[in-house]
């Protein structure tokens, strides 16, 4: 459990390339999100399987979370090396399902908002 949300996560063999990918699912309950966090070194990608996530995208250059974006189910978020966000179940109401996949494995940073005001 992290902030409320159920995280399952699985190391999958790329047999393929030889790399390791990671596989999580996350079930977000009504009004949940994560804290402010990057992704060091991974990619990620991340659909939507059920209700609805927001994701707040942090702008270096102001120090604000300056986008605000909203995905439905079967959409496909994908997270940048270089992203720090914040994702959140859009519903006070329903959960919400979310399916990750990271290359190489996750390592995140999470970070103070008064750290990322600095
Ligand atoms: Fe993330």
């Given at each position: 459990m992290k902030n409320g949300r159920k995280i399952e996560y699985i190391k999958i063999p790329d047999?393929?390339?030889?790399n390791v990918l990671e596989e999580a699912k996350i079930v977000w309950p009504p009004g949940s999100k994560s804290d402010p966090h990057d992704h060091r070194k991974s990619t990620g990608h991340i659909w939507i399987l059920e209700g609805a996530i927001y994701q707040k995208v942090y702008d270096k250059k102001t120090k604000k979370f300056i986008k605000l974006s909203i995905y439905d189910v079967g959409e496909l978020i994908i997270e940048t090396p270089d992203i720090i966000h914040i994702m959140g179940?859009?519903?006070?109401i329903e959960f919400a399902v979310t399916k990750h996949i990271y290359s190489p494995p996750l390592r995140m940073k999470y970070y103070k908002l008064p750290e990322l005001k600095k």
């Open positions: 047999l393929t390339y030889g179940n859009a519903s006070l």
